[in-house]
Each structure stands twice: as structure tokens, then as C-alpha cells.
């Protein structure tokens, strides 16, 4: 297991796990989307890991788009944060997730993501 997130500060969440920090961006920063891939795709050629899980946001989204086109297999969660609407990242992740999920039943759809619980 690996977790990866762009703020070094959640290193203490996840006790002696393998922890990474990404290059974070969002869509107002363009040079800085092309350098969070990047460092995406570097960490994934090094972990060369059986999944990717992402709950949300560029970097996320990034992480499943790089990981499907390395043949890896793809699961997003969309953030229960998005409680009235998918992200904008979620509603992309379709395109590049073996398993799309969200958290709200009243966002799930036929030919998009599925609702299968939450975490509350």
C-alpha cells in the first residue's frame, strides 16, 4: 500500500505506510498541471503498482488517466464533499476508471458512476 497526496503534513495519517508527495495543481495553473502529471507518471513507473484509487481533484484525476493508459486498473471514489453534484473531476473519471463510484445514491447513474455505500 501506498498513499500519495500533495501535502506532506498527512504523512502522520497513515502510520508506517509507504507515503508519497505529488505535485499538486488545479486547472487555473496550467504549467503546474503539466509538472503534477509528471511527477504522477514518475511515481507510478517507479511503484508499478495493481491499482489506483483516487477520491478527487486534478492530481487524482491525473493518477487514473496516466494509470489506465499504463494498463493499470483504475477506481475512483468521487468525494463525499460533492454532495449535490459530481466534481468536475468525477464526472471526467468515467472515461479512465474500471470502477467509478460516487457516495450519493441521488448521483449515481445508468452509464455513470455507481452509488454502493458511503463512509458515513
Not at 517507479?46 to 483516487?54: A, C, G, L, N, T
Request: with cysteine; charged share 20%; proline share 3%.
Amino acid at each position: 500500500m501506498i498513499y500519495a497526496t500533495a501535502k506532506e503534513g498527512y504523512k502522520s495519517d497513515v502510520g508506517d505506510a509507504k507515503f508519497r508527495v505529488i505535485v499538486d495543481a488545479n486547472r487555473s495553473n496550467k504549467l503546474g498541471l503539466l509538472r503534477s502529471a509528471w511527477s504522477i507518471f514518475m511515481l507510478l513507473r517507479q511503484e508499478d503498482p495493481d491499482v489506483v484509487i483516487s477520491t478527487g481533484a486534478a492530481p487524482g484525476f491525473f493518477a487514473l488517466k496516466i494509470g489506465r493508459m499504463m494498463g493499470i486498473r483504475t477506481i475512483w471514489v468521487d468525494s463525499i464533499a460533492n454532495a449535490e453534484e459530481l466534481s468536475m473531476s468525477g464526472d471526467k473519471a468515467g472515461s479512465c476508471a474500471d470502477l467509478w463510484l460516487t457516495q450519493w445514491p441521488h448521483l449515481a447513474r445508468k452509464n455513470g458512476p455507481s452509488c454502493i455505500g458511503n463512509v458515513l
